[in-house]
């Protein structure tokens, strides 16, 4: 197994200690997705499953760049408000290229990780243009979603039984 470069790891550790101080869901959230896709890719035989683990760590740090007000908000919202949180997976894609630390396929696959098999995500791309890791974050990200919930949302569990 490849060990996963030193100045990487340290930029994650900043990256997610600021979303620890931004916002503590979407913290808990990303290590939520983070252990799941680590062990899914392990079921999968992926090789990278390390690697994989800091992709699911970061798939929504570009929720910095959000208010922390509107992350939290407890009430249905608007659509410019669902607008700005959308716009998650592009300031995410941004952040990590800024960095340069980070494979540019690790900021594609948060760029489209609300992508969807039929075109409906965020940017509209369908089938396998959308990036593998990027399926499989959606994958995770919707169940943990779905499990646990977001203020924003208000799912619950049981919806994860009709998956």
Known sequence: MEKINEELL??????VTALFHHCLDTYMHSFRVGD???AFSNFLGF???????VLGLLHD?????????????????????????RNHADYGKKIL???????PDYAMCIKYHHENFDG????GIAGKEIPL???MIR????????????????MRWKRCLNV
Not at 10 to 15: G, I, K
Not at 120 to 123: E, K, L, P, Q, R
Request: overall charge negative; cysteine-free.
């Open 10 to 15: 340290e930029e994650t550790h900043t990256l």
């Open 36 to 38: 799941e896709l680590y």
């Open 47 to 53: 090789s990278n499953a390390q690697e994989i683990f």
């Open 61 to 85: 740090i570009g929720k910095l760049k959000i208010p922390y007000s509107l992350l939290n908000k407890t009430t249905p919202l608007t659509e410019s408000e669902f607008a700005e949180i």
């Open 97 to 103: 290229y800024k960095l340069d630390v980070f494979p």
């Open 120 to 123: 409906s995500g965020y940017f």
């Open 133 to 135: 890791l990027a399926r």
């Open 139 to 154: 994958v995770i990200d919707s169940y943990d979603t779905m499990l646990n919930g977001r203020i924003y949302q208000h």
